[in-house]
């Protein structure tokens, strides 16, 4: 098997087009498809299908391209012996997160004096978040308690588990209480994301623990224009605790039997981990997230 053959079938699952991988190695559709059909000739299993109009894996061509996770990392490994870019501690680092964690990551990063760090705002939902490594060295992510893991073919480094409170403003009945319940907030207009992002999840949880579904008055993905809201009076949000924008209007509120939390981690692809200034940069993500976690508790 050729080397090149096994990167195009793991470009494929990971950007999950022919069109989508050709734009990225800067070759055309047709290249692309010969050189996977090449590969496929050495393989006695099918490893893409039509799904529609689109080209995706099989299961074999899923195990094939996690195989070529590895052999990936195994010449990053042999490239550090000769490359002395691999030990660089200044290389440039791309960095990509959602935007609360932007806001909370990104001043860190560039004050620390270490590598030059490009920062990228990406907010999408959270499947599509190891994806991003492609284009990105290290993408800070989140994904809730009850969600899957992120793919073992991804380098995790775990940054914060952040409690989920009920953000309401400072005037409300409710900011009396120091803890509330379902019940409480169920009949409360709510300020939601939009669907398919992980913040959605809870609020459906508790819909379901109040017995009764939540009125949602707004779609906001951005927590500081949610925030403003909340603070103008609009609706309650959910809000997490560490890096939550701060709003002097508002406060946080969590509730009382449910264990509401998200993961925020760093995912790197296992051959880029090796690099010495990525190596850098999640350090100082790790210290900045332990500096959050201490200043809010």
Known sequence: MDVRHLSILRELGDRGSVTAVAQALFITPSAVSQQLAVLQRGV???LTQRCGRSLVLTDAGRALADAATDVATALA?????????????????????????????????????????????????????????????????????????WPTTIAVTPLL?????????????????????????VAEPWI???????????????????????TIAHRINDLTVAAGLVTAGAGLALMPRHTAPSAPGLVLR?????????????????????????????????????ALATSTD
């Not at 588990?161 to 907030?185: F, Y």
């Not at 959605?200 to 009764?212: N, Q, T, V």
């Open 161 to 185: 588990h952040e409690p989920l409170d009920v953000a309401v403003p400072v005037g409300h009945a409710l900011a009396r209480h120091t803890t509330l319940t379902a019940e409480q907030v």
């Open 77 to 149: 490994r042999a490239e550090v012996a000769v490359d002395a870019f691999l030990g660089d501690p200044r290389g440039t680092v791309r960095v990509a997160a959602f935007s609360s964690a932007a806001t909370a990551f990104f001043p860190a990063l560039l004050q620390a004096g270490g590598p030059t760090v490009e920062c990228a705002e990406h907010d999408v939902s959270q499947s599509r978040f190891p994806a991003l490594c492609a284009d990105h060295d290290v993408v800070l992510a989140h994904r809730l308690d009850s969600s899957p893991p």
């Open 44 to 46: 006695p299993v099918a």
């Open 254 to 290: 969590p509730l009382d039997g449910m264990d509401l939390a998200r993961h925020i981690d760093a995912l790197v692809r296992p051959e880029r981990a090796l690099r010495s200034s990525v190596g850098t940069v999640l350090a100082t993500l790790t210290s900045a997230a332990e």
């Open 192 to 214: 939601a994301v939009h669907e398919g992002f992980p913040l959605l999840a809870p609020l459906e949880a508790i819909a379901a623990a109040a017995g009764r579904p939540l």
